[in-house]
Each structure stands twice: as C-alpha cells, then as structure tokens.
C-alpha cells in the first residue's frame, strides 16, 4: 500500500464528491475537498497536497484554469493532477494535457482504476523529487569542483607564469577548452643573457592534463635561474614526469635557447608539430622538427637531449604551435591543417600582424573548438645591458649566511662538468644575491674561463684578434681540454654576515703558472687580452689579485634594504 497522502479533491457534484472521499480516505490517505476551480486554488495554496484530483467542469472557475494556476504556484516541483471528466476520452486527453494535467479519470469512477492511477502518480512524484534532489546535488559538487579548480588555477598561473612571458620579444595566444588548459608556455632570462622558452602539451584536457604543469614549471624555472644548461634542465624535466606520472600521460614540448649574446637558437622538439624559424631577410622558412618521443615516456638512460642549432639574427621570429591549431576542425569536420598554416605563413607580408591573421584565420575556419589551442612568437632579446629579474622557484629565505667552503674541479670534471650551475645553486639560495644572478653568473663565467683556459690549459688570448684567430683558439680549446690529465681550478666561498645585510667574497684559483700581479695592476683592463678583467670589476664590488698570480678574488656586498 502506497504511504500516506495528502490529496485534494475538486468535484462540485455532492454526491460524486463524498463518493471520492469515501474511495480515497478508505485507501489511508487525507483528503481535502472543494466544490470549484476558485476553492481548490485556495485550498491548494493553504494545504499543499502532494496530488489533485480535479473535476474538468465546475461553476465560478472550471477544472482546466484552475489546473493551470495550480501549475504556476508549484514550481519545480511536482504536485500530480487527476482529470475527472465525463467527456469523450479523445477529447479529455487533449483539454487535460494542455491544461498541464498529468492523467485523467473517467466517470463513472472505478475504485481499482483510480487506486492505480494514484499510486502510479505517487510513484511519478517521488522519481520528480529524487530527480530534483540529485541535480541539487550534483549542481553542488560541481560548484565545489569548480571552486576547487579555480584556486588550483590561480596556484597553477602564479607558478606558470612567474618568468618573462611579458617580455616585448614575446607575443602568444592561449585559449584554453577547459578551465585548466592542457598547454603550457613557460619563458624565463637566463643569467648569461638570452632567455629560455618551453611550449608543452599534456594529454588531456582540464586538471588531469595540469598535472604535471606546476613541478615541470618549478624544475624549468628553478634551473634556468641558476645557470642550467637546455639539455640539463630537459633531462631533469623527463626525469621527473617519468617518476611521478601515471602511465598515458605525458608532455609533448618544444623548447628554445635563445642566446642573444652568441646569436644562436637550439631547439629540443619532442612530439609538438613543427615550429618554424622566419628569417628577417626573407630567406625560406627553416622548420623546427620533432625529432623526440615526448617527455616523461622514456628512463632517463633512454632519453635524448640532442639539440639542434641555427643562427638567430635580430628581426629572426621562432613560431611553435601546439597541435589544437592543425586541428581545428569545421563545420563539416575538416582540419584546419598544416597546409593552411603555411599558406598563412607565406602569404604574411607584416610581422608584426602575423599572429592576427593565424588567428582570423582559425576563427573564420573552425567551427567548435575542441582542443587546447596556443601559439607563440619568439624574437631575438634586446641585449642592452641591464640585469633581467630571473625567475626562482622558491623564496631564498632559509638557507645560511655565515659560512664558507672549498670547491676543487680536477681534470676529469674539468673535461665533463660545467661547476657554474652547480655553484650558482649553492650561491643564489640566499634571497639578497638574486637581484645580481646575472652579474654573479657573469662574474663566475668569466673567472672559471680565464682559470681554466689561461691557467690550467695555458691558452693564449691574443689569438682571439680576427675571426681565423677566435677559430683557431678554439680548436686548440677543445683539444686541450679532450686530452687534459691533470691540473685544477679551485672555489674559495666565504658568506660572512656584516650588520643588516652581508658580504660574499669568492676567491678562484688555477694550477697554472699563473700571471704577474704587478704588471696586471700596471697595464690596467688591457693586460691579459681576453681575461674580461674589465667586466669583472665593473660588475663586483670588490676586486684583487692573488699575490702569487694564481687566483683572482671579488666580492659583492649588500644591505638589508637592497
């Protein structure tokens, strides 16, 4: 037997309607009658009944207006009507249910019929409620998911976007399918100068896809701030999604180093669509081609970091794009296409308004989108001098200031190891030293060269004097350090705190015969042709010569207020 209800009757036929009441109260439900269409709105709207049963024909207000207005008050909900009508069965089925009746009885009533027709309306009710309560819940934790992901978004952009992609040598577009986009572009200055670009695309779309966005974004920043190599940062990048990605997923990248210093592009393509280099000077497009499986698929024994290098003149763009451009698809289901990219590729004649016409180009061509869609154009950094804020992935504010240590690069790690990144990680954890990353890098760069080169290998700098000469140094560079076997370049480290702020003075020394001091001092910034002894004054804040010649020493300094 159904649960209880509570039911409206609307019959203004005395007998018909004690009859009714008898019927229904007999069944265990409360009953509530009304002689009119006026009545029962009143009385619906004072007793809420979960059911009406509703007589078609009746003075003052018939059936069929009084249903409708009973429609109107219910809201979303559903309250059941019950026609009861003496009229033909064709014809009270169209008047009920466009009166928004749900069923209808006919005259003379049958007890059975009707119980059946209650509970089976009954039964409807209760599918309406449970179908309402679901979709409020479901609408609930779709808005706590949304603002679940809105604050791993704004998490996400601040560890994303934390490098220079506001550079004025970078233009891009990103327009996300998802709230979290699959594709990510990262851009950070190196402290040498230049600047590192990485355009990836994770499987997927939304969160899943970003999974491993924010520790890719962390390895790609916090190497390329202290002074990593492309190919380093791209084998701790696939080293790290390999460990913590589950099995399907992975990123597709392109990544550029770009040295504006040396005026050259090396590119690491792995499983993006091709990029392209556009020369200034109108020579062909050069395409920079996936030649890598992308990254976090293979064991870091496995992986490649090969590069590719090409000449980058100022005016020269670098053009990547993740596969959501080819893809786009039409109305009819077409792909946008390489062909088409190309066409806008060459048919371009302004620069500058080449990111517009891709992208009218796409708006005209696609019908919905259905990918991740971004591209990027790279030109050549301005050098003018100035230090460029290098991008950290943490705050610098727990490590030690008052210490000091030896670092000593024999021979073998002489011919294999860069020691500048590995240094530059110890130094630039401490917060007041980042603003000089680059001149720090500078300082070191120039230091460990002259130590390495003049001291331990004994190369002669005035070779450097014309274009055969510079080529010439460094065939014998490259030779000598192949087949060095002894000899080393030493890192005296002091971090001493001074009041409120604190003082870094580093001593580097070579197991060459080294120089004579005085004559250095006498000659000034000349002596020793291509020791950059110059730029290693100007940008320390303290300078000096080691007595025996065999070392060179700096200092930089700074306050609590720098």
């Known amino acids: 037997m159904p649960d209880r209800l509570s039911i409206l009757i609307a019959e203004d036929n005395a007998a018909d309607r004690m009859l009714l009441s008898t019927i229904v109260s007999r069944q265990g439900h409360r009953v509530t009658t009304a002689s009119n269409g006026l009545e029962a709105v009143a009385l619906f709207e004072l007793e809420r009944p979960h059911l009406v049963l509703m007589d078609a024909l009746m003075p003052v207000m018939d059936g069929f207006e009084a249903a409708r207005r009973i429609k109107q008050k219910t809201g979303e909900a559903l309250v059941p009507i019950i026609f009861l009508t003496s009229l033909t069965e064709g014809e009270a089925l169209v008047r009920c249910l466009e009166a928004g009746g749900d069923d209808f009885l006919a005259k003379p009533y049958n007890r059975v019929i009707l119980e059946a027709k209650i509970g089976a309306m009954d039964r409807l009710r209760r599918l309406h409620d449970t179908v309402l309560q679901q979709r409020d819940l479901i609408a609930r934790h779709n808005e706590h998911l949304l603002h679940e992901q809105h604050v791993a978004k704004a998490v996400f952009d601040k560890v994303a976007h934390s490098g220079c992609l506001a550079a004025p040598n970078i233009r891009y577009l990103q327009s996300p399918y998802a709230l979290f986009n699959g594709d990510l572009l990262l851009a950070a200055y190196k402290p040498s100068g230049g600047m590192h670009v990485m355009l990836g695309d994770f499987t997927g779309h939304g969160l899943p896809a970003a999974i491993g966005a924010m520790p890719l974004a962390e390895v790609f920043y916090g190497m390329t701030a202290k002074g990593h190599a492309l190919a380093e940062i791209l084998r701790e990048i696939n080293a790290k999604l390999k460990r913590i990605l589950p099995v399907g997923v992975f990123c597709c990248a392109t990544m550029l180093n770009i040295s504006s210093k040396r005026g050259l592009l090396e590119v690491w393509n792995g499983g993006l669509p091709d990029g392209y280099l556009l020369h200034a000077d109108g020579r062909p497009r050069q395409p920079l081609v996936s030649r890598h499986l992308p990254l976090g698929i ?18 020269d763009r670098v053009f990547l794009l993740s596969d959501g451009v080819l893809e786009a698809c039409d109305q009819q289901g077409e792909l946008f296409g390489e062909q088409r990219l190309l066409e806008r590729l060459d048919a371009n004649r302004q620069p500058p308004a080449l990111f517009e016409e891709i992208q009218r180009a796409l708006v005209a061509f696609r019908g919905e989108q259905q990918d991740d869609v971004s591209m990027v154009q790279v030109g050549m950094p301005e050098d003018d001098g100035r230090p460029r804020p290098l991008a950290f992935a943490d705050s610098g504010l727990s490590s030690a200031q008052d210490w000091s240590a030896t670092f000593e690069f024999r021979a073998h790690s002489l011919r294999h190891f860069n020691p500048l990144p590995y240094l530059l990680q110890l130094l630039l ?123 060179v020493s700096v200092e930089f300094c700074w306050s609590a207020e720098a």
Not at 487 to 515: K, N, T
Request: net charge negative.
């Open 298 to 315: 293979l064991d870091p024994a496995a992986f490649s970091d090969r590069c590719e290098v090409y000449p980058l003149e100022l005016g």
């Open 429 to 551: 954890d401490v917060q007041a030293l980042r603003p000089r990353g680059g001149e720090l890098y500078t300082v070191l760069a120039e230091l460990y060269s002259n130590a390495l080169e003049h001291g331990v290998m004994g190369l002669d700098s005035s070779l450097k004097r014309d274009a055969s000469g510079f080529a010439e140094y460094y065939r014998e560079r490259r030779l000598r350090l192949g087949a060095l076997q002894d000899g080393y370049v030493r890192f005296h480290l002091q971090m001493l705190p001074e009041g409120a702020g604190g003082r870094l003075i580093i001593r580097v020394e070579d197991s060459g015969p080294g120089f004579d001091p005085d004559e250095v001092d006498a000659a000034g910034d000349e002596a020793l042709c291509g020791r950059g002894l110059g730029l290693v004054r100007q940008l320390s804040d303290g300078f000096g010569l080691c007595a025996d010649g065999r070392g």
